[in-house]
C-alpha cells in the first residue's frame, strides 16, 4: 500500500526543513508524499526556470530519501492546489490560447517548463534509486464548457492529455503515471482507450469546507459504492484516491451560511480559523471516513494535506488566506498536537502491518449484517489467498452521534461464533469506526479474532511476537488465541478475564488508562486505551541498500514507547539510538526490537541511564529542561518608519513606469477603456498594482467614477493628487467595484494626478477549459466627468521588474509594487539611519497612505531546539482602532503573509508564521 501524505515544498521555503516534515509523516506510519509543483513560481520570467535554492527539488528529493518516503510528483502544468491561476505563469495568463487546451501556443508555454521539471524528475525515479514512484500528469482534468459528460473527453482534450503524457514520457519517465480524475467517471483509466495512463485515481472532499460549522458534516458527499466503481472502471489497477480530504479550509468570506465563520469563536481562539478547519476534518473523520476509503480497498492512498503550509509571497489564489495550515494533521508550524495526527498513525502502521489487506476483497457494506442492529453497517474484507478477514464496523448513518451497542456473528477457523463470546457488548461510541480482524498472521502465530484494533505487530528477538491492541475509553474488548498455544497469563495490570472456550482461551478486558500486559508462548500482547497507544512508535529499521530507509514489507521494525515524537531508531550492537522530540519530561522504553542483549539508549546523541522495567524492557527517562527564550516584544521594540506612498506627490518621477498604451488585449474580457489597463498584460501578475493618471483640470470636474478589479478581497484606494477620495476595503464576493468619487474646484490647466493603489489578491482556479484564471486585474473602466476618457494618460507599477523579477531567491510573486518594496527596503538592513522612529502598533497612521515600518531582533534559539513560532495579529495590535487597514509582513525580505484588518470583523483573524532560515 502507498499511504502518502501530501506537502508542497514551495509553501515550506526553507530547503532544511523538509526533512523534519517528512520524518513527522514517516513516523504516522505513512511510506509516501506527493507534492506540486508549481510552474508559476519556477518560470515567473518566460523562458527562465529556477530550480536552485529554495526551489530546489534535488533537495526535497534527498530529504524524502533520507526520511525513506516514496514520492508521487505532480508537475501539472496546472496544479489548482490553491495557488494563483492554479500554477499557471502570468506571462502564460496573456497569450492568445485557451489554457489546457491542445492550442500550439499553449502547448509551447508549457515545454520548457514541463521538459526542465520532467527531467529532474526523471533522475529521482525510483528506477534510478531515487524516490519518484508516481508521476500524475495534469490534475482534474475532467471536464470542458459545453461538453457533456458522455461526450467528454473531446479529440482536443484527447489531444492535449496526450500531449502532457507525452511531455513526461519523453523526458524518459518510465514509473507508472496516475491520473487524478475528481469526477470519478473513469476518464483516462488505463483501458479507456485514453492517453497513456497505468493507474486511474480520483479524488473527493466528501467533508467539504465549512469549517465555520466544524461539528456538522455534510454527507450528502459521501461514498457508499467506490469498490463497485473501481471494478466498472478500473478493475486491473490499485483502487487509487489521489487526494482525500485531510483538512479543510475557508478563504476571503467565501461561506454563505449564517453560521459560517462565527466572529465570536474565532475571536476566543485568537482569530484562528484554521484550528476550526482541524475540528471539521478532526479524528473521528479520521476514523469514520478514512476506514470507510479502507473498506473500498484502497491501495494508494494521499491524504491532501498532510502538511499544508503558508501561502507567503502572493503565491496563494484570490480565495484563500496567507496560512495554508489547511487544519491538517501537522500544523503550519509543523506541531503535531492534533489528535488526527495519533489516529492516522494507529491507523497507517495498522495497515502496514497487515499485509493480507492487500489481497482481501472488498464487499459492500450491509445495515444490520452479520448480527449487528439495523444502525450499525458492517463492510467485509475477506481474505484471498489469506484466511484473515477484516470487518468494518461504522454508524449506517456516518454522522450519528449515538452510543450503538452490538455484538458480531463471524465465521472462524474455530467455527461461527458470537463476539464477545465471554458477555457483554461491543460499542460504537459516537462517530467512530471499528476494524475486527479474524484469523489474522502475527507472524506464523495465528490470531483467531481481535475486536480490539492493532496498532501493529512485531517480530521480537528469535520467535517472539509483540501486537499491540488498543480501544476507546470503557469499551469492552476481547481477542482469542488457539489453546494449543497455552495458557495466557497477565504479565502486566489487572482486571482481565481469560477464559477457555472450546478450542481457543478467550482474553476479555474494559479499556481504562492503566495498560495490562498478557503473555501467551513466544507471543506478547498490549492492551491500551487508545490514547495511550499514541505514545507509541512503530519504527522501522533501516534496511540493506537499495531499500535503505524506504518501507518494504519485509523490514523489522522496533516498537518504542516515547512520547512526542520518535523520528528514526537505529541498532547497532547492543545500543539502540533513537532520533525524537519531547515536550515534557518523557519515559522511554524500549518495547519490542528483533535484536538480542541491548543494554544502551542513546537519544539524539546522548546516552541515557537505563534501567530493565518489570517486563524486562529496557527503559530510561529524557529530561526537558525548558530552554530559556528570549521572545522579541515586538510592540515594544524600537520601530522606524518611512511614508511609502511618495507617488501621491503630482512631482513624483514615474517617467520610469510603465505607459499604458496597448490598444488591445489577447483577454477574453474585451477592453471598456481606450487603452489596455489589464495589470497582466504589462506583465504584472502579483502583489499590489499602482496607477497614476496624469490629466489636465477643466475646472468642471465634479466626480470620478472607477472600476477596479483585483481578485475577490481585493481593496484600492484612491488619491487625487495628496488628497485622499476614498478606498475599498473589500468584500469576500467582489472581484471588482465601481465606486464614485466627488470633488471640485480643480485649477483650471493645472496638471493632477490621480493614484489608485491596489491590493491585488491573486488569480482564481478554474474549472478546464474556462480560462476564468484570465480574469484581468486592474482598471476596468473609468469616468472623469467632463472629460474624455482619453484626456487621462495612464501610466502603471507592479513588482519591480515584472516579470523579469528581480529577486531570484525568493522568487517572481515575492513583492507588489509598493514605493518600499520596489526599493527593496523589505530585506535584512535596510538604509533607516535617517528614517523616524516611529511605532506601527502603538502610534501607526493618522491618515490614508502606507506606511512602511521597519525593526530588527534576533532569536538566539538555543542549538538543538525546534521551537514553533507565530505571528499572531489581533485587534489589540490595531494601533489607529476604528479604521481599516492591510499589512504585509517581511521577515528577512520572505513576505510572510498579509493581514487585513477589516476582514476581522467579517470572519477571520490571522495567523502568520515564522519559519527560521
Ligand atoms: C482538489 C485539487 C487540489 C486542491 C484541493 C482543495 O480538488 O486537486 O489541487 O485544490 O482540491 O484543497
Redesign the pocket.
Do not use: L, P, R, V
Given at each position: 500500500m502507498l499511504f502518502s501524505g501530501e506537502f508542497h515544498p514551495f509553501r515550506l521555503p526553507v530547503p532544511g526543513l523538509w526533512l523534519d516534515v517528512f520524518q513527522k509523516i514517516k513516523s504516522m506510519g505513512f511510506n509516501g508524499v506527493s507534492f506540486y509543483t508549481d510552474w508559476n513560481l519556477l518560470e515567473g520570467n518566460p523562458g527562465h526556470i529556477f530550480t536552485e535554492g529554495i526551489w530546489s527539488l534535488e533537495r526535497f528529493f534527498e530529504a524524502a530519501s533520507e526520511a525513506g518516503i516514496y514520492l508521487i510528483a505532480r508537475p501539472g502544468p496546472y496544479?489548482?492546489?490553491?495557488v494563483t491561476a492554479g500554477g499557471i505563469p502570468g506571462w502564460v495568463l496573456r497569450i492568445n490560447a485557451t489554457i489546457r487546451c491542445d492550442d500550439p501556443e499553449y502547448l509551447n508555454a508549457t515545454t520548457k517548463y514541463m521538459s526542465t521539471v520532467a527531467n529532474v524528475i526523471e533522475r529521482a525515479q525510483i528506477t534510478h534509486g531515487g524516490p519518484v514512484v508516481l508521476v500524475q500528469p495534469e490534475?482534474?482534468y475532467a471536464t470542458w464548457p459545453d461538453v457533456s459528460e458522455a461526450d467528454f473527453p473531446t479529440t482536443m482534450n484527447r489531444e492535449y492529455m496526450y500531449h502532457v503524457e507525452k511531455q513526461l514520457l519523453d523526458a524518459g519517465i518510465t514509473v507508472p503515471l496516475i491520473v487524478?480524475d475528481?469526477k470519478a467517471l473513469g476518464y483516462w483509466a488505463p483501458g479507456s482507450g485514453l492517453g497513456a495512463m497505468d493507474i486511474y485515481g480520483i479524488?473527493a472532499?466528501p467533508l467539504r469546507y465549512d469549517c465555520g460549522n466544524p461539528t456538522f458534516w455534510p454527507t450528502y458527499r459521501f461514498p457508499y459504492n467506490w469498490q463497485v466503481l473501481h471494478e466498472e472502471q478500473s478493475p486491473k489497477t490499485p483502487f487509487a484516491i489521489a487526494?482525500f480530504q485531510g483538512g479543510s479550509?475557508g478563504g476571503w468570506y467565501n461561506c454563505n451560511l449564517p453560521l459560517c465563520f462565527d466572529r465570536d469563536l474565532l475571536r476566543n481562539r485568537e482569530g484562528v480559523v484554521e484550528e476550526k478547519c482541524a475540528e471539521l476534518v478532526n479524528e473521528e473523520a479520521v476514523r469514520v471516513v478514512y476506514k470507510n476509503n479502507y473498506g473500498f480497498g484502497v491501495k494508494i492512498f494521499n491524504i491532501?494535506m498532510t502538511y499544508g503550509g503558508t501561502n507567503w509571497g502572493n503565491l496563494g489564489y484570490q480565495g484563500g488566506y496567507t496560512s495554508y495550515d489547511y487544519g491538517a494533521a501537522i500544523t503550519e508550524n509543523r506541531e503535531i498536537f492534533r489528535e488526527k495526527y495519533s489516529e492516522q498513525k494507529l491507523e497507517a502502521n495498522f495497515l502496514k502491518a497487515s499485509p493480507a489487506y492487500l489481497t482481501a476483497t472488498p464487499e459492500p457494506g450491509i445495515n444490520g449484517s452479520y448480527g449487528v442492529p439495523e444502525p450499525i453497517a458492517v463492510t467485509p474484507l475477506r481474505g484471498n489467498s489469506t484466511q484473515t478477514n477484516f470487518y468494518l464496523i461504522r454508524h449506517a448513518n456516518f454522522s450519528s452521534l449515538s452510543s450503538t451497542e452490538y455484538t458480531l456473528e463471524l465465521p472462524t477457523s474455530i467455527g461461527n461464533i458470537t463476539i464477545p463470546q465471554l458477555g457483554g457488548n461491543l460499542v460504537l461510541n459516537r462517530r467512530d469506526s471499528k476494524f475486527h480482524v479474524t484469523d489474522y498472521d502475527l507472524g506464523g502465530v495465528n490470531l483467531i479474532y481481535t475486536t480490539a484494533e492493532i496498532l501493529t505487530r512485531a517480530r521480537g528477538t528469535g520467535s517472539a511476537r509483540v501486537l499491540i491492541l488498543h480501544g476507546g475509553s470503557g469499551e469492552t474488548h476481547e481477542f482469542a488465541l488457539h489453546r494449543r498455544l497455552g495458557n495466557p497469563t497477565v504479565a502486566e495490570g489487572s482486571d482481565v478475564t481469560i477464559t477457555l472456550k472450546d478450542e481457543a482461551y478467550v482474553v476479555q478486558w474494559h479499556v481504562k488508562p492503566q495498560r495490562r500486559v498478557i503473555r501467551v508462548s513466544n507471543v506478547e500482547i498490549y492492551l491500551l486505551w487508545r490514547n495511550e497507544a499514541y505514545a507509541y512508535w512503530p519504527m522501522e529499521l533501516e534496511a540493506a541498500a537499495p531499500i535503505g530507509n524506504y518501507t518494504s514489507p519485509s523490514k523489522d521494525v522496533a516498537v518504542i514507547k516515547g512520547g512526542y515524537l520518535i523520528r528514526s531508531v537505529q541498532i547497532t550492537h547492543n545500543e539502540i539510538r533513537l532520533v525524537g522530540d519531547v515536550n515534557t519530561t518523557t519515559e522511554i522504553e524500549v518495547v519490542s526490537t528483533p535484536t538480542k542483549n541491548l543494554n544502551k539508549i542513546v537519544f539524539n546523541g546522548e546516552s541515557l541511564q537505563t534501567s530493565r522495567s518489570k517486563l524486562g524492557k529496557l527503559t530510561a527517562t529524557v529530561a526537558y529542561k525548558y530552554p530559556a527564550l528570549k521572545i522579541p516584544d515586538l510592540v515594544n521594540l524600537e520601530w522606524k518608519f518611512i511614508n511609502s506612498l511618495p507617488e501621491i506627490d503630482p512631482s513624483y518621477d514615474d517617467s520610469a513606469w510603465t505607459s499604458c498604451t496597448k490598444q488591445s488585449t489577447n483577454n477574453p474580457r474585451q477592453l471598456n477603456t481606450p487603452t489596455n489597463m489589464y495589470s497582466m498584460d504589462y506583465g504584472f501578475h502579483t502583489g499590489s498594482l499602482l496607477y497614476r493618471g496624469h490629466f489636465v483640470a477643466n475646472g468642471l470636474e465634479t466626480s470620478l467614477s472607477l472600476n477596479v478589479s483585483g481578485g475577490t478581497g481585493f481593496g484600492h484606494s484612491v488619491w487625487l493628487n495628496r488628497t485622499f477620495l476614498g478606498s475599498w476595503t473589500g468584500a469576500g464576493s467582489n472581484t471588482t467595484t465601481v465606486q464614485e468619487f466627488a470633488f471640485a474646484n480643480l485649477t483650471l490647466d493645472q496638471p493632477y494626478v490621480l493614484t489608485v493603489l491596489i491590493d491585488d489578491m491573486g488569480q482564481d482556479?478554474e474549472a478546464p477549459g474556462t480560462d476564468a484564471i484570465k480574469f484581468p486585474h486592474g482598471i476596468f473602466n473609468y469616468e472623469l466627468s467632463h472629460h474624455l476618457k482619453s484626456d487621462i494618460s495612464w501610466k502603471m507599477t507592479g513588482n519591480l521588474g515584472g516579470e523579469q523579477y528581480a529577486d531570484l531567491v525568493r522568487g517572481p510573486r515575492n513583492e507588489g509594487a509598493m514605493y518600499a518594496e520596489r526599493q527593496g527596503y523589505h530585506y535584512p538592513e535596510p538604509p533607516d539611519a535617517s528614517w523616524k522612529s516611529f511605532n506601527p502598533i502603538k502610534d501607526g497612521l493618522s491618515e490614508a497612505g502606507v506606511g512602511f515600518f521597519t525593526t530588527s531582533f534576533s532569536l538566539d534559539i538555543p542549538l538543538g531546539w525546534d521551537v514553533p513560532m507565530s505571528f499572531v495579529f489581533n485587534q489589540s495590535s490595531a494601533g489607529t482602532t476604528g479604521l481599516n487597514y492591510r499589512c504585509q509582513l517581511f521577515v528577512n525580505g520572505y513576505q510572510f503573509g498579509k493581514y487585513s484588518k477589516w476582514f476581522i470583523y467579517r470572519f477571520i483573524g490571522h495567523r502568520l508564521i515564522c519559519c527560521s532560515q
Open positions: 496544479i489548482n492546489a490553491e490534475n482534474e487524478n475528481n479524488d472532499y487526494e479550509g491532501y482556479e
